[in-house]
């Protein structure tokens, strides 16, 4: 697009007057051509479930402002919310010339957005003359105005107060963060505020769940779709056989709450109870996993792959370490030891060892511990740290597994009990992860193939 000074006109190369955009916007079909136009995006707007909305009609609620707060609630990953708000962020920009603040609900979320903005600013028609400056943090714009990926700390949802706020993936978001940046949106000019917080839900007590409360007691809108309005036909963008496959790939649960929009409950199995009492085999061995009982169901093999995982005990938890064995279909679990807190060079040392019998790959909780664990092990174990969505995919990524029958074990009563009554918020919300699930989840990580000492989840 061009910019002409003159009326303010934005015109696509090569379009006719009739294909020229005013500013500012008036009508759903003016900001429909120009989203795509400039930044070749079309947004599914077909609705396939009865109690759903579509995509474009949140976007376009929250682009005229119709509702001063509104909360999108939308599949994982299939319902395009990072994207959507990027291009609404982007859009207001351009076309309001009004400042836009974007708040992820981790790091990882905030480069997201970025991702998807530096996208749509290469588009053939994006007005690429508005901007001032590389396409960062603060990215500025001919108008004045500045668009910021926030940080999720508190001195940085403390800052300017731009008429809309993007939040996105407000479920991984700390409530307090959350409210703090409530406090951000004002009216500048012609430009109302506008706040949309959005989110997958899958958390029964976390801030999307407070979000929806709060929507319902001082009447804002929530805006509700799932993949089906993604892959709605002639409008979606979402491949059909994408949905397919990723049913097959995560548990049960997470499906349900993540894809299908279910309400999250903490009372509800993490793990389907039929693959728990498939995984557990007393023809492997019976066992009960007593505190300080080395448990190998098999002694190693030279032709072995293994993986081995370690949950460290912190005040009243276990230390866990168990090891899988991947050459064979489905993965057996070889070894199991269970023991209370430790000295830490006691405790690392049992690690170490497994890795000197079995060998394979090592990996294990460094949640804030640091330097303390790498300061003793002699292996080349990878920490890895138990935040945000790296937890969350780190847990379900086993789970899956263990429900579609890829990991069996001896019937290690201790083990097979965590399993079988973990909750969905044990694993996923603000319980107890049980220490098993934890450990069998590391060992069942694998590490890339050039090792490194941490794996840092974005927080």
Known sequence: MTIQSSGVILAPPGATAACEFRLPLRTEAEL?????????????????????????????????ARNRVAVWKASRGFGGKTLLLATLALTEAVTLKCDVNVLGGSGEQSSNVLKYARQHWQHRGAPAGMLTGEVARETRLLWGNVVKALTASQTSVRGPHAPRLRLDEIDE???????????????????????????????????????????????????????????????????????????????????????????????????????VAAMFGPELGQFEGRNGEYIEAEPPCPEGNYGTGADWARKQDWTIIATIRFDVKPARVVAFERCGRLPWPVMVGKLDRRLDRFGGWGCHDGTGLGDVVGGYLKHDATGFILTGRARSDLLSNYIGAVERGEIVAPDIRFMHDEHRYASVDDVYGSGHLPDSICAMALAWYRPPAKKIATVWSPG
């Open 32 to 64: 429909k051509q120009f989203v795509l136009w400039a930044w070749g995006v079309r947004i599914p707007d077909v609705q396939v479930c009865p109690n759903h909305t579509t995509p474009w009609r949140a976007f376009a609620d929250a682009y005229f």
């Open 173 to 275: 978001m700390e409530l307090s963060i959350f409210d703090a940046a409530l406090g951000q949106p004002m009216t500048m000019g012609s430009v109302p505020a506008q706040t949309v917080m959005s989110s997958t839900h899958h958390r029964a007590d976390g801030t999307m769940t407070e979000a929806l409360k709060r929507a319902r007691e001082q009447g804002h809108p929530v805006y509700e779709w799932c993949y089906r309005e993604s892959i709605a036909k002639g409008d979606g963008w979402l491949a059909e056989s994408e949905v397919q496959a990723k049913r097959l790939e995560v548990p049960i649960v997470m499906w349900g709450t993540e894809y299908e929009c279910q309400e999250p409950s903490p009372e509800s199995r993490a793990i389907a109870p039929e693959a």
